[in-house]
């Protein structure tokens, strides 16, 4: 970036003002700032300045929603929002529409308290590793409190983007705009880093989660899949995945189970299966209560529940336990015995034998207990007995080299290492060459093919899908012979495979001692 274009636009305001240190108030200030902006628009184009470094440069891109609830008067104040949200009265029965979205104003109050001063506003964090679930959670809480969630993500990127693009409006946001703030923190850092006070820990059986991941690096969507074949063709490297990404998933629940912050676990099963309560539970953690009955927050809790689940993109299969075929013999063992505690504790023995979730997991329920307790009482415990965290720290980064992981665990990329399948790519021409012979296919761009020409080129395609299903069957029936080095893997952990790998076709058979 040219030496110019690193100041900041207040450095232009001073300059093109002749001010040198003078400040500027009101509508002087938004026309100097103004002034400003249009130098380095010019400065820009001229130098073709990345997304990136507009957002370090301005702090932020435009807001179009803000500006416009602001225009209205339609910005909460967060202690007038609170009160709001546990209203109680004959007129809260009568609701039918839920909250307008908006913003907060993004104000710093501090609580005049003689144990110390803080902010009244805590800033939460839904803390999810990937694919567990957060854009779901987001969109329920966005619709019951009216208010954008934010993100540490970086909105230049084309997955985040994509989520903009979907609505939500607080993408990108850490500040006193929002109150809640996704992160994939330690699994992956964000973009800046900001402090939380109290935790949302959203998770997700790994037997989902790991899946839907390896969807989302190899497709590059949220909501396309990769082809089965994929999994066959590309077996080493969906391997070596659930081996780095189980370890990931594992350290970043145990990492947020032992944080010295107020914390409540929603598990996405949860959500799925039993909505309106795990939704009520949630919120008497956020609004630091145990009774919501007959509050207005309880209400949209009610009408969010009864209309059908809000769905920013179309989801995978969004479903629970969906994923167990995608996993061998050995896998599923891997998966369980290594983090046999952790996966009792959080209710998810039982989805390794194709059962339902353990709905009440006791665990969790002292958990949440405990820090409902202590966010009730938060206010009587002295400042410096109060603790939060730095999100985004590079000490806490799992990805990060260290004396277990010395090259990172990042090592296994899908998306650079998935080709697409000789199998996948001859279905996909046979298909759009199909699509192409119908009557109206000016939209797709191919051009119709005379019937001799047709069935020609359909004859040969067919040949080479039998050749290629035929090599891609070779494949899977050598892979069945890496079950043998995978047990010895097991064998390696102190695990006797020979007792635990009696499966049937809807899974494991051989755990009911568990």
Known sequence: MPQELKKKPIDFVLESQGKGGASFKGDAMIKSIQAALKVFSKGQQENQMSKRDQIDFIGDLPRPLFEKRKAENKIWEFAKLKKWYLERGSEIDKLTELPELTFLDGKETLMDKSKGQRTEQETVIMASYPRCGNTMLRSLMEKIMGVCTGSDNDITLGLVGALMDAGFDGEGLTDKRVWVVKTHFPANNGFKPYEADRIILLIRSPLDSLVSYFNLEGAKSHSKSLDKDDYVNFDETWSAWIKQELSVWR????????????LHVVRYEDIIERQEETLVELFQFMMRTDHLEGTRIRKYIELACSENMPQRYKPRKGKVNANLDYYKKAQLNFLYFS????????????LFKNMAVDPFPEYLKQVNDKNLHVSRHLDEIPQEQIFNIL?????????????????????????QMLKPTPVGNIRLTIARIQYAQTEAPLS???TKLSDADYKQIMERLEKRLAYAEKETEKVRVANVALDAKEREFIKSMGIDPDIRTEFNDLGIQGLETL
Request: net charge negative.
């Open 251 to 262: 350290d970043f629940t145990d990492y947020y189970l032992n944080c010295p912050v107020p």
């Open 339 to 350: 983090n046999k505690r952790m996966m009792d504790r959080l209710g998810y023995a039982p």
């Open 391 to 415: 999100c985004n720290n590079d000490y806490n980064n799992l990805r990060a080299p260290e004396e277990m992981y010395q090259n990172g665990r990042n090592e296994v990329r899908v998306d």
């Open 444 to 446: 797709s761009g191919l």
